[in-house]
């Protein structure tokens, strides 16, 4: 009995050693080398293989650019015996998300670990009425009970809209405020129907009520004839490229006596220790958790003093500003105590102005009133010597007239008697001619003695 507790420490020691040195020991997952065999010819053209401790042979894709997550390049789509499925862009999609598990590294990134059991998504969710988050599910762990907390790296949150969008990496929210979005969800716990693992945290029916978008309703059909592409519709069909167990293995797959070196007993210590293992990540986590709530109670303690401080020299500075304000209302009712003493200053001199200005007017309207009395008495004077003038006028243009009338009499009596003395001037002579005619009328009468 006593021999008990130093075996145990022996054994633990060396499984401890067998997983410090991976190029001689086996990998704690079960069938690693397996699995990687059957997809070691189909994966080795879009990424590298890669030896990594307890996984064993892990793949890893490539191409890729930083923050990629695995479930991001592709959309989901509902079918009503597997739930949502996922439906990838890349070729390589078929097997990576479909079969085995996705695990990161610090180091590597992320790395996908084989397996052979077939799932509509190897993932974990989050949800609630206004947000959507799904997360890859991690090796060691039970795939329906795993929750991986809000700093996982593996989760990708979108708004509830997106989700069945065909570019729904272009909609996954950017990796902030994690936290948040973690607080807003809940987390569901998945189930196993008729030996099939079944994706339904919520049905079509409450996505298709709660949203603006209707899913696209599939029937999965996994098809091992589906060649260089990872799935392809085919009405309202989903064909997935799928692989059967029954498969040969590649000529990489380890020999049956290279993999078979370990005995069961052993992988069952490496498996414990591997446990062991996950429980001091655990606790490490939790410890982490720990000092990160402690970390946040100090934040929040700094804060709270931050806002504090931040609060007395907002006051301060109010103080100051009502000080200032003051000091200003006062300095402007100084001004305005000046500007309106000069405006009643100004408008004295206004009213002197115009008080000078009416009598100055005053002077010129009497001035102005003189002028035209004297006006009206020389316009007076003018016309009564005009008056005078123009009677002076008549007065000589009546002498005028009469001096002219009595002219024109004396001139017509004149004009009378030289008429009249020619007419007896006339008379006269014509008696003088009758009386010469009548002397050669008798002439005439007489005969001519020829």
Known sequence: MTRLPFLFFAALLSGVIMVATPSKARPAYPD???????????????????ELGAYGRVWQPRNMRGGWRPYTRGRWVWDDDYGWTWASDFNWGW???????????????????????????????????????????????????????????????????????????????????????????HWHRHNLRRDRIVNRPFDRQWYASRSRRDPVRVRVQRDANLRHRSHQFDGDRLRIRDIRADR???????????????????????????RQRQRQRDEQSQRQRRQQQQRDRQRQLDRQRQLQEQQRNRQLQQQRQRRQDADRERTRQQQLDRQQQIQRQQQRERRQDADRERIRQQQLDRQRQLQRQQQQRDSDRMRMRQQEMDRQSRQRIQQQRQRDAEQRRRQMERQRQMREQRERQGAAHQRSRDTRDHDRRDERRRPTNR
């Open 95 to 185: 097997a990576a998300f479909h079969y085995g598990r996705w695990i990161y590294d610090s180091y590597y990134g992320w790395l996908w670990v084989p397996g052979r059991v077939w799932s509509p998504a190897w993932v974990t969710w989050r949800f609630s009425d206004g947000y959507i988050g799904w997360s890859p599910i991690g090796i060691f762990v039970n795939w329906s009970s795993w929750d991986p907390g809000w700093n996982y790296p593996g989760w990708n949150y979108v708004y509830r809209n997106d989700f069945v969008r065909n570019n729904v990496y272009v909609h996954v929210i950017v990796r902030k405020n994690y936290r948040t979005y973690y607080r807003k969800t």
């Open 248 to 274: 040969r293995p590649s000529a990489q797959r380890p020999q049956w006596d290279e993999r078979n070196r370990i005995s069961p007993q052993e992988r069952d210590r490496q498996r414990q220790l591997e």
């Open 32 to 50: 690693s080398y397996a699995d990687a065999a059957y997809f070691h010819d189909e994966l080795s053209p879009y990424g590298r293989w890669h």
